[in-house]
């Protein structure tokens, strides 16, 4: 279904250090008042990622779904600041949330990143990925905590879409392993690393339009090889 109007927009600003970006506007527009219908076949997927957007709609796309093995959400400061009882209602619904540093913070009111993961596990989910731009990720569980760095570049051309990159890496890399646990969900924050190193080096799609899998293969060793490191 195609309705007339303007899509959803949103406009910021990143200064001198790009890991954080001011928000400057949200428009809704069409999105305001979407309702989505999944298309035959999708209420047997097994992994299912709710991309940012409206906590109600997105529980509304979950419920159609009941069969998944995995649900991933993630959000932004816009519906923290806007429809706190509807996030933290399909919070509470979802397997693992994706969340950057400042939102985070945001949610559980608290500047400790520790102590905001455990607020936030609180409210249901098993895990809580917190993105770190380019200081990497980590994924915090009730037993568990798992840091890995951003691979390392000389140039970021534009952050925009790293999070969305990263989303499509860890859950490309769970579904094509068909397996969930600990081990592949520390591989698959991995994937989700690489992949978003690539999207920053260029604007839009342009970078994800031309990576190959060797590409992928080869920083994926290489971050391995850069926190390799031996005890005593």
Do not use: C, H
């Amino acid at each position: 279904m195609v309705r007339e109007g303007r899509t959803f927009r949103w406009s910021g600003r990143y200064d001198y250090d790009l890991n954080m970006v001011e928000t400057l506007e949200t428009q809704l527009n069409t999105f305001a008042d979407f309702r989505p219908v999944l298309p035959d076949g999708y209420a047997e997927s097994k992994f299912v990622f709710l991309a940012n957007g409206d906590p109600d709609i997105q529980l509304e796309v979950l419920q159609q779904v009941p069969k998944a093995r995995l649900r991933v959400m993630d959000t932004m400061d816009y519906w923290i600041q806007n429809k706190p009882e509807s996030l933290v209602r399909t919070i509470g619904q979802v397997d693992i949330l994706l969340m950057n540093e400042a939102e985070a913070r945001m949610l559980a009111e608290t500047p400790s990143l520790l102590a905001a993961a455990r607020r936030i596990l609180r409210l249901g989910p098993k895990g809580v990925i917190i993105k770190k731009g380019e200081y990497g990720a980590v994924m915090f569980t009730d037993f568990d905590y798992f840091a890995v760095p951003a691979y390392p570049l000389d140039e970021v051309r534009d952050p925009t879409g790293a999070g969305d990159s990263f989303a499509g890496g860890f859950l490309g890399y769970l579904a094509r392993a068909n397996r969930v646990n600990l081990d592949t969900m520390r591989r698959a924050v991995v994937m989700g690393t690489v992949v978003a190193s690539f999207t920053v080096e260029d604007f839009s799609l342009s970078r994800l339009e031309k990576v190959t899998p060797e590409e992928i293969r080869l920083r994926t060793e290489e971050l391995r090889e850069f926190t390799r490191f031996v005890v005593d």
